[in-house]
Every structure is written in structure tokens, then in C-alpha cells.
């Protein structure tokens, strides 16, 4: 394989074979002639990814009463009714301080996808469980992971290995289309398939970026050379993904390459965000079914809310701490509003995804998501009983559309559990209290 | 060139002249060396200042996260992520196939090769060298030189175009770790046993990149590889030579775009049914007014930095006549404005940059302006507000006991949980109340007068104004500013055995009559800014034998 091409054997093949001469072995016969699925047997590839909304809800609005199949519709989980078959919902889990402050929307969100509460605001030190997954099952498609934003903002992103290596969202439906599918593309349906002279000239002068690794990383200190190291390995998977694009990619039946979307106004107005959440969410689903990636993030609304209502005064997260509790609906109207609005992105993305046909069922049973939010009731910024839904089937490995009722347990266990179901060899997770061995047995099949 | 910055030229040109004793510096421990990735305007500056202005960068900089309140301090924790890595690909890419287009060869490529389609080393090494010492800001080695013409040679066969491989290898240059991040090497310092200093290498990236926040150019290079950034009278030459140019504006506002966080610009919206005025244009041109005071106030003025909260003095364009309510007789561009005597608009804190940047899309914020004029400008941190408090009962603005901020907050802040942190951050934040979440100026709100008095660490004010003129007279004020300006610099926030060192800077600029353009040649001169404290690694000493005095070639 190309991968396994030493670079200076590459440079040397240029060198002695003039215009390029470098055979690329074609993967043809490793592929079934249906292309559902590889002919060695291997099932359809199962994906994880994660949705984000910021600002919480209102627990007592929100909790079913029933658990197990066909759990209640609560008021706030009315948008979710034409999927909720598919969704699992899991209440009473939550992030433990273990002795640390409060910090206020970041915590909770951090303290769930890192299994420790953070000690500082706005700083992390572990790795978020997307970038752990990732790492596990990413490695064999284009793209190791993916992150897109609905807000506008590419600073809106909870996937990170450390506070230095935070995945920067992509806020541009047209931005990230042309990543996913501008020039670099390789359609897995295309008719013939060439390595592209261009894209192996590329490959082959890009190790020589790596050059002086070894003398650079002896040349700092133990902090800067971390850093270094995450810079070399970042430039490693360019290299893997343009190893890729010199393969035949195996047939995606699913696959559909997307037309390209208009260049749409960005910001946090919500019918902006809503606009572009539904782009997204048309982009993400093709780099799914066209193998792009297996790991994903969309970022709804951020971590504290910024989102905005064209002509009123207050940002959602303002509203969650200076509205009124309005007796008769029992919660906040407003903030209400646009947590519902969330919720209904939420339903939508996951309706969007079970439409796609794949193998014998939908995109979305070989998918598992993780939708969240950093907080369960806002104003207070509560982290006890988060907010938390699954969809999807993981290729069969879970069991859907349930109501698990933690009680009080700690939310590692989610993370653990998402883990083991993707594969990642792990029989514990969490720091400190967060330290769990005991994964979601419920919803595993 | 203006006469008044030919006059400054003049003067700088004096002080340089009789900057050349040895100040009373104390001792300054330095700390470890730094390794920080480039910003992004520090990476399209240079690409601009080698290839041309006209070469399109085309690509998303992936955020750095602030640290100590800097991006500059933010850089020294960033890495590159995969896709970050991707994006610098693209961006490498485009540069270098722009670079050595028809249109650009002629300038760019000053040896001609032996033939169009075949490879020819010793030009391909004249081009990349020379390209590689001003993007990696030193020379390379003859390694990394013959490195790159495998690399130009190579592509040049396979693609059967000389400049195709040029391109090629340049773009990697333009993707390598030593032109994405500065790395500080360091040697021994000669003048203090067991101790180091940056070498010449570093100390000329430290200097550019803080009085231009640009690389060094060509000359600066020559002076840090025949040594003369290590003598005194070297260095003076050279620090007098880059803040006599105008790219010291340059340099000045970048630093300010960073104390004054404006990258938020970037995502900056007001809800345009509240704020009808405010737009793209107005987000961007209030920006540029704040910066255009500055440098004509800091630098082509050379004025006392406290004079920057009280100036009447500033500029205007055709966006921004409207928000300010004053007519703007240029089509196009900027011109120079005045408020009068009487204008309750004048200095830093009454300008639409500062005012609608710390506020809500649809509301003012007494508390974000009170917090942005203690963190950024006096260097007071704020706590956190408790993650348990309750703002409902007294943020209904539909309550007619509390029609104004002021009223809703007081109420909030007699709230024994709150008051500790409100106490600091509200009575001047309620002084700017008169300007709306937009920036606009305003009287009332909600049919009540406002009222915008207030006091500041114990002096009594009632305007906006008079705010301006209790910042000014702050000791806090100038502090903050050395304090910041020495963490922008370096990179890091200051080590306990550099305060001796600090409180000397602060001194100086006292004795300056706090003239930013003064403080900047403090530092740039002092041994203080190129103490190192100790290498970071066994191997370093070899390593800086081997690049850090290599001389010119």
C-alpha cells in the first residue's frame, strides 16, 4: 500500500521513474460485487458522534415517568415523538465535582465528555471521549474526526485531546462541503478510478515536512515537545489521508455526493443557526454514508447559550438567569423557547439521518450519537441529572429507544459505556468519584 | 511621511543617540524558553512582507485559546490539530503556486534555471534558501538547504516543470515547524556567568515581532548573524531603526487588538431590530477607529498612554457618522475628528469598539463593561460569579421599581452573595449606561433618566467622561499596561525573580512620562527581555551550536 511506501523510497521512484511511475494497488478484490458490505464479511462500518446544545432544560418538564420502551413524552421531549423509537433517553446521571468548583457551563460539559470535573475554567487536561473513540476506529477513513458548528463561531467546539488541542469547528456549510467533497474527493461510486499525479506528488513531499522531527524534539523542553509531537502527528494524518485518496475507495451504497450549498449568512440568531444546523446536518450525514469519517461532532448552540431571537433583548443563556419562572407552565417561557428549538434541531438531525437506506436498515442503526447539553437546569447551572439521549443502533450493538434512569450514578458511566460499544478496549473510565467500572447495561444488546 | 512623524523620527533618532549607557537595569532571572505558534495576522503579514501584498492567503487559522488574557500567551500553548494541519496545507499550497506563477516569477525567482523542465540544484537551492532564512528567521543549515532541492528536484522531474518543484518545496517550507511556531533557542550569556540568553536569532524574532508584530526583515537577520544584537550599540541601532518606521503602528495595534480581546469582533452581532444602525461595516469600522487613536495618539503623537481614556481626538468614517450622530464629509476613508469640550464622548471607554463589545447582542451590561475596564485595563481579576445565584427577581425589566440597569442591579447587588464582585464591577459600568448595547448615546432608559454616577476605587465621578479622567489619574492603569505589554512580549506571565526588573519598567515609564513608544524601547533594549533562565534540555547547548550561530552565508 501506499502508506507503506517509505517516503525517500517515494522521492526516489520520482527521481529514477521520471513523470510518475508509482503503481498504487487497487483494492477491487477485496470488495463484495454488491458493495454493501466487504466481501471478507466485515459489517457496515459503525460511526459515533456527538450533538451538542447549550443551556440545559427544565428537569421536572423533562423527565419521563415511564422507563424502559416507549417511555412518556414529556413537554420538553415532545419534538422527539416521531423518532423516539430510535432515541434513548438516560436521566439521573451526573457529573461529580469531587471537591471542585462549579464552573459555570463548562463543567458539566467537560466533566461528561472527560470523566473528570475540571479543575479550571475553560481548561481541560484529558482527552474528550469523541477523540478516544477516534482514535480506536478513526484511523482507517479520510477524515479522523469531523466538527461542525451551527452557531458561526469555529471557537465552538468540546472535542479536544488537551486545552492546547482543541478540534476547531468548521462554522461554513460551504467551507466544509468543499472540504468533504471539493477537489480532493474520491466519489467511492465513481465509475474508474486513477491516482491522481497531483495528489502523489503531494504525498510524497509532504514527509519531507518531517524532516528535522527528531532534532526539533530534542531541542525544547518536555511541555513544547507535547506540542511538537501533536504538530508532527497532525502532518502524519494528512499524510494518511492522502494515502487514502491514492486507493480505490470501496463502493458506499449510500453514498450521494450533495450539491453545494449557498454561502449562508453565519451568527447566533436562531433562525441562522437552525438554517445552517439543517446544511450541516445534509453535509455530515453524506461524509457518513461516503465514508469520510467515522466520528463526528455538531455543535447545535454553545456551551452557554449565545443564541438570539431577532428583536428581543436577551440572549438565551441571559434568559435562563434573569426570566421569570412563569407559574402555570412551570418554567421559563423564553428560555423555554429556544431550549425547544434545540430539541426539535436535535429530532430533525436524527430524522435526517434515518433516512438514509444503508445495508438492511438506515444510516443512522450504524451510527451511535451522544446528544448533551452543559447543564441540566440553566439558571442555577446545575450539573446533577444532565440531559442526555442516544440515537441509533451501533451496528446492532445497543438497543434503542429506551429510558434508562440512573440514579444519581456518575455520568462516566455513559462515557464508558459509549466507548466499549465503539470498541475502545477499556474497563474503566473517570477520575477521581468519576472513576466507574460499570457501564450502561441496559441499552447494550 | 507626515511632518509630525518626521519630527518623532528626529526625536527617537536623539533619545537613541544617548541611549547609549547602560540604564540602572536590575537583575532579571529570565525564564524557560518559549515555543509559539504564529498568529494569524503574524503569518499574513510575512507571507505579505516576502511574496507581496498581493498574494492571497486563503484558509481558516485555527483559534488559539487566551491564556493570562493574551492571545500572545495563548500562542505558547497551541499546537497545530489535524485539521488545523489541513488548513496550513491549503494555505501553503495557494501561497507557494501564486508565488512562482507567470506573474509573480520574475520577482520572486532571481537565478535563472538551466532549463524550464528539468531540475537545476544550485538555483533551486539560491531560491529556497533565501526564502527559507526569512520564513524560518534564521539561515538553514546546509542540510536543511540540500533537504529542500531533493524535495524541488524531485517534484520538478515528476511534474516536468522547474517552478512546479520550486513551488512544491516551498510549500513545504511554508508548512514546517520552524516557520508555523517561533522557538527560542538560547546560548550562554557571556556578560553573566551561568546564566543564558536568547540567541541573536531569537532576540531579532522577539524585537520584530513585538515592535512590527512581523518577522524580521532582511536587515534585522544580517544584524542578529554578524552579532550585533548582542552589543549594546547593535542593538540600539537596530531597536531605533524599527521604531522610527512606520510599521511601528503596525506593531502597536496588534498589541492592542489583543489587550482589548477585538478578535470577539470576528463573531460580533447586535439584534438588528434593537439596533438597526449597527452593521458589518459599523462592527469593523469602530474597530479601526479605536486602533487609528491609538497609533496616532501612541505613536505619531508619542503621547502620554493615560491620555488615551480622556482624548477628544479621533477619526471618523461614513459608518460610523450615524452611531455617533456627527456629520462625515469624506466619501471614503477616515478623517480626523474632534469632539468638543462640552460632548459627553471622549476617550477610550466612550467608543463604540468598547462599548458594544462588552454588551449583550439586544442589551447593554453595566457588569461586562465594569469587568472589561478591572481585567483589561487595571489587571484586577473579577471572581466568578457563585454557579447557584439567582438574577430573576431583579432582572425583570418589565417591573416598574426597576426600570434602569442601575435600579435592577442595585437591587441584585444587596444580595450578600453577589455584592463582594458587583461592588467592583458595577459603579463603572454604570458611568458607560449613557451608551447603548450598540454604542450609541442615549439619556434615558425606559422613559428614566440615567444616571452615571459612580466612584472608582474611591474617587467620585458623574460622567462618562469623568470616568475617562479617574482611569487616567489610576495608578492601576499604567501598571496594568507594563504588566500586559511585558506578557505580550515574552509570551508568559512574569516569574517571581523578574519583579525587581518589572518595577524597574514600571519606573522608567513613570520617568518617560508614560510614553508607550519609550516603555517599548525599555524593553527592547534591556538584557532583562533576552534572559533565559536555563536550557530546557541537555541537547539544547549542541542544537544552538549548531543553529543559533550559524552566521550569514
Known sequence: MASAIARRTVLRGLCHGGRVALAVPLLDCLLSSNGTALADGRPLPVRFGTWFWGCGMNPERWTPKKTGPDYDLTPELQPIAPVRGKITLLSGFNVELDGKPNHVHWSGNIGLRTGAAPAQANQNDLPTLDVLIADAVGTDSRFRSLEVTATGNPRHSYSSRSTSVINPSEPSPLAFYTRLFGPDFQDPNGADFKPDPKVMLRRSVLSSVSDDRKRLLTEVGAADRARLDQYFTSVRQLEQQLDMQLQKPPPAEACRVPGKPADAPLGQEITQVVANHRLMTQLMIMALACNQTKVFNMVFTDSASSTTKAGTDKTHHTLTHEEAVDPAQGCQPQATWFEMQSIQAWAEFVAAMDAVMEGPGTLLDNCLVLAHSDTSFARIHSVVDLPIMLAGGAGGRVKPGLHVAGTGDVVSRVGLTLQQVMGVPVDRWGTGKMETRKPVGEILV | ?553
Open chain 2, 1 to 553: 511621511m507626515s511632518r509630525a512623524l518626521l519630527r518623532g523620527a528626529a526625536a527617537l533618532a536623539l533619545l537613541g543617540a544617548l541611549a547609549g549607557c547602560k540604564p540602572d537595569e536590575p537583575a532579571n532571572s529570565g525564564a524557560q524558553p518559549v515555543v509559539q505558534r504564529l498568529s494569524e495576522q503574524q503569518y499574513r503579514q510575512t507571507i505579505a512582507d516576502i511574496f507581496g501584498a498581493d498574494i492571497k492567503v486563503t484558509g481558516r487559522f485555527e483559534p488559539i485559546v487566551r491564556r493570562e488574557g493574551l492571545q500572545a500567551v495563548g500562542a505558547v500553548a497551541a499546537t497545530v490539530t489535524p485539521s488545523g494541519f489541513e488548513q496550513f496545507d491549503v494555505m501553503a499550497r495557494g501561497i507557494a503556486a501564486q508565488a512562482f506563477d507567470d506573474a509573480h516569477r520574475a520577482r520572486t525567482v532571481d537565478c535563472q534555471p538551466k532549463a524550464a523542465d528539468a531540475p537545476d540544484s544550485a538555483c533551486a537551492a539560491h531560491v529556497l534558501a533565501r526564502y527559507g532564512r526569512l520564513l524560518f528567521r534564521r539561515p538553514l543549515t546546509d542540510d536543511e538547504v540540500k533537504d529542500r532541492v531533493a524535495v524541488a528536484d524531485a517534484a520538478t522531474r515528476s511534474a516536468g516543470n522547474f517552478y512546479a518543484g520550486l513551488q512544491f518545496a516551498l510549500a513545504t517550507e511554508l508548512e514546517m515547524p520552524e516557520f508555523l511556531f517561533r522557538i527560542d533557542r538560547s546560548v550562554a550569556d557571556p556578560d553573566h556567568s551561568g546564566q543564558r540568553r536568547l540567541d541573536g536569532y531569537a532576540k531579532a524574532s522577539r524585537l520584530s515581532f513585538l515592535l512590527w508584530n512581523a518577522a524580521p526583515d532582511s536587515e534585522l537577520l544580517d544584524a542578529a548573524g554578524h552579532g550585533d544584537l548582542d552589543t549594546r550599540r547593535g542593538l540600539t541601532r537596530e531597536v531605533d531603526r524599527l521604531l522610527a518606521s512606520p510599521r511601528l503602528e503596525e506593531g502597536v495595534r496588534a498589541f492592542f487588538s489583543d489587550m482589548l480581546v477585538f478578535e470577539s469582533f470576528d463573531t460580533l452581532a447586535k439584534d438588528p431590530l434593537i439596533y438597526p444602525k449597527f452593521s458589518t461595516a459599523v462592527a469593523a469600522s469602530a474597530q479601526e477607529q479605536t486602533l487609528k487613536t491609538v497609533a496616532d495618539l501612541l505613536v505619531r503623537q508619542n503621547a502620554d498612554y493615560r491620555d488615551l481614556f480622556v482624548t477628544r481626538h479621533t477619526f471618523m468614517n461614513r459608518a460610523l457618522g450615524p452611531v455617533y450622530y456627527v456629520p462625515v464629509a469624506s466619501k471614503e476613508g477616515w478623517e480626523p475628528f474632534d469632539f468638543p469640550a462640552d460632548d459627553p464622548r471622549g476617550g477610550l471607554l466612550s467608543q463604540v469598539s468598547f462599548t458594544a463589545l462588552y454588551a449583550h447582542p439586544g442589551q447593554s451590561s453595566p457588569t461586562l463593561r465594569g469587568k472589561a475596564i478591572r481585567e483589561l485595563l487595571l489587571c484586577q481579576k473579577v471572581p466568578a460569579p457563585p454557579a447557584n445565584v439567582d438574577f430573576t427577581v431583579v432582572q425583570d425589566t418589565s417591573n416598574p421599581l426597576y426600570r434602569t440597569a442601575r435600579a435592577r442591579l442595585t437591587a441584585h447587588r444587596t444580595a450578600p452573595t453577589c455584592a463582594g464582585c458587583h461592588k467592583i464591577m458595577d459603579p463603572i459600568g454604570l458611568a458607560l449606561e449613557n451608551f447603548d448595547g450598540a454604542g450609541g448615546y442615549r439619556t434615558t432608559e425606559a422613559g428614566t433618566p440615567i444616571d452615571a454616577s459612580g466612584d472608582l476605587n474611591g474617587r467620585a465621578f458623574t460622567t462618562p467622561i469623568e470616568l475617562g479622567h479617574a482611569l487616567h489619574d489610576d495608578p492601576a492603569a499604567t501598571a496594568c499596561l507594563v504588566g500586559t505589554l511585558y506578557k505580550y512580549a515574552a509570551g508568559r506571565a512574569p516569574v517571581p525573580g523578574e519583579a525587581a526588573w518589572l518595577k524597574w519598567l514600571n519606573d522608567r515609564f513613570a520617568a518617560d512620562g508614560y510614553r508607550l513608544v519609550d516603555l517599548l524601547r525599555t524593553i527592547a533594549t534591556s538584557d532583562g527581555f533576552y534572559a533565559v533562565s536555563q536550557p530546557a534540555s541537555a541537547s539544547r547547548d549542541e542544537a544552538n551550536l549548531r543553529h543559533g550561530q550559524g552566521k550569514e552565508g
